[in-house]
């Protein structure tokens, strides 16, 4: 939180002087870190990096690793969310010079003790929706139901839709967009309810998860 705080004292005067930072763009399915070629940012974002594990049962099946440039607030604190058979968590670390190497990306510690929210969850390729009635119980601080709708147009195009139970800083991320390899992805994420018992509704156009779909995770 203190890097974040940081981060965004110095946001006003990136954008005002309008500097554009050059940061190391890279993503690397299968891998906890990635190399790749400096790039210039658009003006008053931050060099980021990202880092991404989906378990099955407790067991990691897949990571993915990425490094790019992003607004400073949407460098969060890390997160997950889950559907009845799998766990997603998600790291961020940012810094704000020139090619700068952000922290050591930690994610968050595993917790299967219930929070008392229920959710309904399901999968769904080739759809905008799903509703099988299967529910889900909550745990952690996964304390947000999940609606993930992701589009890909392009070189391939596909869509699919998953529900779970997710934590604030997931639902937080806010807006971005990224194309890779002929591919735009347009990733949607819905988020009701809370542990303080106040539904909310939060629709973001999300490209964070999408590469996870993109190398099928």
């Known amino acids: ?22 940061c190391m763009v890279c993503f690397a399915p299968g891998a906890p870190n990635c190399t790749g070629n400096s790039e210039t940012c658009p003006a008053g974002t931050v060099c980021s990096s990202t880092y991404t594990v989906k378990t099955e049962g407790g067991i990691k099946v897949s990571e993915f690793s990425g490094r790019t440039c992003m607004p400073p607030d949407q460098c969060q604190e890390p997160g997950s969310f889950s559907t009845s058979n799998s766990t997603f968590k998600k790291g961020f670390s940012c810094c704000n010079t020139d090619n700068c190497t952000p922290a050591p990306l930690t994610l968050p510690d595993d917790n299967v003790n219930p929070n008392g929210l229920t959710c309904p969850t399901c999968t769904l390729d080739g759809a905008g929706f799903c509703n099988t009635g299967e529910t889900m119980q909550c745990t952690g601080n996964e304390n947000n139901c999940l609606v993930q709708i992701t589009k890909m147009s392009g070189a391939v195009s596909s869509s699919g839709v998953l529900r779970g139970c997710a934590s604030p800083s997931i639902c937080r991320i806010g807006s971005q967009s990224i194309s890779a390899n002929g591919i735009n992805v347009d990733v949607e994420i819905t988020c009701t309810g809370g542990s303080n018992g106040v539904n909310s509704v939060v629709s973001y156009p999300l490209a964070a998860f999408l590469l996870l779909k993109l190398f099928d995770f």
């Open 1 to 22: 939180m203190r890097d974040l705080l940081k981060l965004l004292y110095v946001f006003p005067s990136l954008i005002s002087s309008g500097y554009s930072l050059k």
